[in-house]
């Protein structure tokens, strides 16, 4: 017997995540960048499962990251997606085909990847630590993906999207806003948290100076951001856990 199809927000967010995948996937981008991932298209099924599992809105906090680390969406579809995480915390077990185009030093080897998320590990340890199980994280909060893409240079060196040429961005940005919008639509939050600056400063500029959400809803939103868990960050690297339960408590969300 098929199951039903999904309804209300999980629909939603999936049409909104296949209209990015197909929106992003018509741009080009020139040297330095060498290589494009777009785990939106051959870590679809990851994807899926993240988005019909839990999905499910309404949802007090959306988490916004900024786009997919090498060894976390990039290998299994899920914002943040550190193996071990996604397999065993959240239950979602999926085969990722690896796209034609690889960086030799980047392969998509998915769920068979072997090292681990560093930013992943952090978020989604403090989920468990903070909520227990998966399904009582989840509905609360949900997190998401500014951007699908990665952006690898011919040495392997990561581009983050604010380095791309203003040229690239616009259609860029216009794509990833239009799947924002479209995603806090349907899980119609509370409070927005901008996982790093980047994330923060495209959270405000959607619902401060943009049209794409019902302004109504717009002004009920409240925007905050917390530190980014990259091992890059040295403030990160002293306490990530800490810093981020503290500014949870300042704005009254722990």
Known sequence: ???????????????????????????????????????????????????????????????????????????????????????????????????????????????????????????????????GSAETFFADAFVINYCPLVFLEASCRNRTPEQLPAAELRPLYTACDRHLAASIAALQPAWLIGIGGFAEKRLKRLVQESDLLDSEFARRLSIGQVLHPSPASPAANRGWIEAVDQRMREYGLA
């Open 1 to 131: 017997m098929e199951s039903a199809p999904p309804t209300g927000s999980v629909a939603k967010l999936l049409a909104a995540a296949r209209a990015l995948r197909d929106d992003v996937a018509k741009l080009r981008f020139a040297p330095p960048v060498s290589h494009v991932y777009n785990p939106l298209d051959y870590a679809w099924e990851g994807h899926r499962q993240y988005l019909e599992r839990f999905g499910n809105g309404p949802k007090r906090i959306v988490f916004l990251g900024m786009n997919p680390g090498p060894f976390g969406m990039m290998q299994t579809g899920v914002p943040f997606g550190e193996v071990a995480a996604v397999r065993d915390w959240m239950g979602i077990q999926a085969d990722i085909p690896p796209p034609q185009a690889q960086h030799p030093k980047r392969p998509i080897q998915g769920f068979d990847c072997a090292r681990s998320e560093v930013s992943g590990r952090r978020l989604w340890g403090w989920a468990a630590l903070r909520y």
